[in-house]
């Protein structure tokens, strides 16, 4: 019944969206991020994810090189899961889509994405062996640092308010401020250029394998992409590596270049999202039929968006320079 | 059907609600002289029913060579309708217009998502000619790309509707509209919803709820399907 909803938006006046532009935009992102959670929920009803092997196979497999407290914690709560999966798996479902309909419920914004922040260190812990960090696996290209963790980050960024007297440059900073923002963003993107050229990401065959990897269960034309992309990969693997650290490090740096500037490294983390979702992940194994989420890549995408660098404070920057001059 | 039992009997029981409801409004609305989209109820009518017979197959009521011919018909409808919309409004109404070409969108893609499912389901056993056996989809498996465009574009006109569904919460809803006594800065949603009919829309909460729960339910059904 689109037709009612679509009245509801067109009765706004042009004056008020005009002031609610930048505010819009945030609430456009955090129905994006509802969307995430929403797929998430979805897939939490995939037939496999009812079964025992979800928890004792696939969730445990994650505790493999962890500490070993970290690892045993991550096995009996797989195990239990295991063990309940039919419980388990329609409590997950429905407190994802529970996340997902609060989000996009207004008045239960902050309690859905509060509730996503917890939600997100859980699964972190529990499904994803705190992404891959403590046992020596994590790259990029294969989802690092978890892609969970990255919907608590959009959690924190698109909170709902506003810290007075403040100019925001990007949607990310009208909630914890521009140093916060930046912080974030610093930390999350020099993270992943970190992993890149961490250890054993470092081995000529390291990216081949992953790639490889990936392929086994996709359909034919995203397995022939992956066989594509693998030996394009061969042997080059160091060199690659340490290029996809150089790009990362720029995005990561870029928040603090002028808008211009910063809108051109933006950029660059909109494609590398999207080039790791495609090329790295497969679209988060969604074709196999155990994927559990999207993964990371449209992930990094919203966060990046949430980071472009709007006209109004492009404007400001421009004043402000002019004023100095 | 793989997975509990329950699950896809509960999703069946909604479909079931919902095709009943909108049965009921597509009667009721030319009783009590209030608006309503015809042509999305008559859409939601007919997939409610689809789908409780792909999900229960005891609760199959038509040949799937039938159900297919519906859904093809239903496509063309909402495909035509978008195109006339477009070469009518693009360019000459307010923006608000842009998002009535989504209503005509949104519901062709339903359509092609349910002649999706029909192509991509195998059926159940040679004697039960319209019950289908809802799962990987075997000769499609190659554009499993579709059911994830299908189900980006129903999450997010699901997300889109609660997110409406919350601002419509809000306003006051008003069985005649806004007349001279009308409190002033509130604008009622029942004639908001009418757009720029005179009558008063029936029950415009409800039919976005039937919409949500039609998004989600066959946003299941494609996930068991990818």
């Known amino acids: 019944m689109t037709d009612v909803a679509v009245a509801v938006s067109a009765v706004r006046s042009p004056a008020v969206g005009a002031r609610r532009g930048s505010r819009d935009v945030r609430r456009v992102l955090q129905l994006l991020l509802a969307t995430a959670w929403l797929v998430d929920g979805l897939l939490q ?45 329609s409590l997950f479902a429905g407190l994802q889509l529970l996340i997902a309909f609060g989000i996009a419920w207004r008045p239960a914004l902050k309690a859905a994405l509060a509730l996503s922040m917890a939600w997100s260190v859980v699964v972190w812990w529990f499904g994803e062996g705190l992404g891959g960090l403590f046992s020596g696996t994590a790259n990029p290209v294969s989802g690092a640092p978890g892609a969970v963790l990255l919907y608590a980050v959009l959690a924190v960024v698109l909170w709902p308010a ?34 890149a050229v961490l250890g054993v990401n470092r081995s000529p065959q390291r990216l081949n394998q992953l790639v490889r990897q990936m392929a086994t269960g996709q359909p034919r034309w995203l397995a022939g992409l992956d066989d594509h992309v693998a030996g394009a990969l061969a042997q080059r693997g160091l060199g690659v590596s340490v290029a ?50 999207p993964s990371s890549g449209p992930l990094l995408v919203l966060i990046a968006a949430a980071y472009w660098p709007s006209q109004r404070s492009a404007s400001a920057e421009l004043d402000r320079q002019s004023v100095a001059a | 059907m793989s997975g509990p039992g329950w699950l896809p009997d509960s999703f069946a029981g909604i479909m079931v609600a919902v095709s009943t409801y909108c049965s009921a409004r597509l009667l009721l609305a030319r009783h009590m002289r209030r608006r309503i989209n015809v042509d999305i109820n008559i859409a939601h009518v007919s997939m409610g029913v689809a789908m409780a017979g792909m999900l229960v197959p005891a609760l199959t009521t038509l040949p799937t060579g039938l159900w297919e011919a519906v859904f093809v018909g239903l496509a063309a409808w909402f495909g035509w309708q ?44 040679a004697t039960n000619g319209g019950g289908m056996a809802m799962g990987a989809a075997g000769g499609t498996a190659d554009y499993v790309g579709l059911p994830l465009f299908f189900l980006a574009v129903l999450s ?10 919350s601002v419509l919460s809000r306003q006051p809803v008003l069985v005649g509209g806004g ?35 039609m998004c989600i339910t066959m946003g299941y059904m494609l996930v068991l399907m990818l």
């Open chain 1, 162 to 195: 506003d810290r007075a007297g403040t100019n925001p440059r990007f949607v990310a900073a009208r909630a914890v401020g521009t140093s916060v923002a930046r912080g974030v963003w610093v930390v999350l993107w020099a993270l992943l250029a970190w992993f």
């Open chain 2, 179 to 213: 007349g001279p006594g009308a409190e002033p800065g509130h604008v009622p949603s029942a004639t908001l919803a009418a757009g720029r009919g005179s009558q008063p829309f029936l029950a415009p909460r409800a039919e976005m709820l039937c919409h949500i729960a």
């Open chain 2, 156 to 165: 997010v006109s699901a997300v889109w509707h609660v997110d409406r569904l």
């Open chain 1, 45 to 89: 009803f995939q037939p496999f994810m009812f079964t025992r092997a979800f928890g004792t196979q696939m969730l445990a497999g994650t505790a493999q090189g962890n500490p070993s407290a970290i690892a045993h914690s991550i096995t009996w709560g797989d195990l239990v899961v295991g063990h309940h999966s039919v419980v388990a798996d």
């Open chain 2, 82 to 125: 978008s195109t006339v919309f477009v070469a009518r409004h693009v360019g000459e109404g307010p923006p608000g217009d842009l998002h009535h070409v989504s209503h005509y969108l949104t519901h062709l893609v339903m359509s092609c998502a349910m002649l999706y499912m029909y192509f991509a389901a195998s059926p159940a056993s």
């Open chain 1, 244 to 293: 996809l650290a150089a790009a990362l490090g720029v995005v990561a740096v870029g928040v603090f270049l002028p808008p211009a500037l910063a809108r051109a490294t933006t950029a660059l983390a909109l494609v590398l999202g999207a080039a790791i979702w495609v090329l790295g992940e497969n679209f988060g194994g969604i074709f196999t039929g155990t994927g559990t989420d």
